[in-house]
């Protein structure tokens, strides 16, 4: 018996169920359809379908052997019949279809999509390389154009919303750069993984996260913008972007995953603003050209690392170039490694021949605590307490003599602050009273805000409840976090 090499769909039917025309089989030369499934159409050349046709089913034509098809104006909704089919080589959507997949129609060159279509994937369709894709479109599905080895061009449209993962990923020969609108909000897990030639990608929207791998073996990507409220980078999100020296990523940041930016080997200078920010492991290690790195916030502990540590194990690891770091807010901890900045060596800061600034705002006793382990400090490594920058001027705040006031009764202590400069009285309400607090073996664990009244004058007084455990140190900052008394402990 011959196989299967045209299909006629009688005139009068309006639907094809999905798989109609799927698997292997012999049943003659010429299949004329009036329901039903049937078997044996991967040698099918030639498909007939009538006026009358109003929905095609899942997969109804998958592996079918067309080249190419005429689909009826009739046909409305969803249209994704033609996955599969390897020989289809170009296809005229009619208006009405919404949503379009091609996955694995290897040969598939070119496509007509009408106005009316708001979603489309065509995963693996490697002979691809141009497409127009119409403003009605708002959401490119899962792994859209993964695969996609020949797509050269693309355009985004001005009405998209959402962007699936792996959308873009081993679009290998995608060169040209991408603007993303401003409904796009959030960038996918794997969005570009892969893709090795695109040069440059801009997030015009408020966007919010960036996803796991989003960017990762971009080889070729040297510049990227997002916009918009970031607050997480995902693991891996911009690992091996090698060529990438330039990146605008604006919002609070709360959280940079492991190996983020690992292998990241052109960058120079990276400066977050950051809100409780937490550093994984890795997130800039390998980063051979980096210089300078700035976190304009505080960086706290990492909620899915089970050491705690504010900056992960290997967080910097062999940076050679790194010679600045600036800290403008608390640290929750240092992993171990963070800063080792040549191979083999252990500790928190090696570099030999690189002089290594570190701008930390707080106190050299803050910083004791916060170090990992094991963690020494190198000849060619110089730390600047008190500190925002190099080129920041801070005039510390000169205050009177401070003396503890107890209240036996309500077992608080007050602490009055008098500004030595009438002047600077209004830098008063800046001045912040904290308890730091130590576990049983001395450990540090964490800070506690205490209640500051109004400033009257010159003076501003701050009470605190004073602890029941003796693990405990109270620490008075002024606005530039530059300590003004020495901490107090066993106050009685």
């Not at 104006?73 to 390897?86: E, H, I, N, S």
């Not at 691809?128 to 695969?147: C, N």
């Not at 492991?281 to 790195?293: H, K, T, V």
């Amino acid at each position: 018996m011959a196989l299967i090499k045209k299909i006629i769909i009688n005139d009068g039917i309006t639907a094809i169920g999905d798989y109609a025309f799927v698997s292997k089989g012999e049943i003659g030369n010429t299949v004329v359809y009036s329901g039903g499934e049937y078997r044996g159409c991967s040698y099918v050349e030639n498909i007939e379908l009538p006026d009358t046709l109003k929905t095609i089913g899942d997969c109804a034509f998958e592996g079918c052997g067309i080249t190419n098809i005429d689909i009826p104006d009739g046909v409305t909704g969803t249209m994704y019949g033609l996955c599969g089919c390897g020989a289809l080589s170009e296809i005229v959507i009619p208006d009405g279809v919404t949503a379009v997949a091609f996955s694995s129609c290897y040969s598939l060159e070119k496509v007509d999509l009408p106005d009316s279509v708001t979603e489309v994937s065509f995963y693996s369709c490697r002979s691809l390389k141009k497409i127009d894709l119409p403003d009605s479109v708002t959401e490119l599905g899962a792994r859209a154009f993964d695969g996609c080895s020949n797509l050269t061009e693309v355009n985004i449209p001005k009405n998209l919303k959402r962007v699936g993962n792996y959308s873009f990923a081993n679009c290998k020969n995608l060169s040209s750069g991408l603007v993303f609108p401003e409904g796009v909000t959030e960038i996918s897990p794997y969005m570009f993984s892969g893709s090795d030639k695109i040069p440059s990608i801009k997030f015009m929207g408020n966007v919010k996260q960036i996803g796991d791998s989003a960017f990762s073996e971009c080889t070729n990507l040297n510049e990227i913008v997002i916009n918009g409220n970031v607050e997480s980078i995902g693991k891996s999100a911009f690992s091996r972007c090698e060529n990438l020296n330039e990146i605008v990523i604006k919002g609070k940041i709360e959280s940079i995953g492991d190996y983020a930016f690992t292998r990241c080997s052109n960058i120079k200078s990276l400066e977050f603003e950051t809100n409780n920010v937490s550093i994984g492991d890795g997130a800039f290690s390998y980063c051979n050209a980096l210089e300078s790195i700035t976190f304009n916030g505080d960086i706290e502990s990492f909620p899915n690392n089970s050491t705690a540590y504010g900056v992960g194990v290997g967080a910097f690891r062999e940076c050679g170039n790194l010679s600045t770091l600036i800290f403008k807010g608390d640290i929750g901890k240092f992993g171990n490694y963070a800063l080792s900045r040549s191979k083999g060596l252990n500790g928190l800061i090696y570099g030999p021949g690189t002089k290594l600034d570190i701008y930390y705002y707080g106190t050299e006793e803050m910083w004791n605590n916060i170090k990992g382990s094991s963690d020494t400090i190198d000849d060619d490594t110089v730390i600047h307490y008190n500190s925002t920058g190099p080129t920041d001027e801070i005039i510390p705040l000169e205050v009177a003599t401070i003396t503890p006031v107890v209240n036996a009764e309500t077992n608080t202590v007050a602490f009055p602050v008098t500004v030595v400069d009438e002047s600077r009285a209004p830098e008063l309400e800046q001045v912040e009273l904290y308890v730091a607090e130590y576990d049983e073996a001395g450990r540090f664990t964490g800070l506690k805000p205490c209640t500051k009244s109004a400033v009257e004058g010159d003076t501003v007084t701050i009470t605190a409840d004073i602890p029941e455990t003796d693990n405990y140190k109270f620490m008075l900052w002024d606005g530039n976090n530059v300590p003004l008394m020495d901490a107090v402990t066993n106050i009685e």
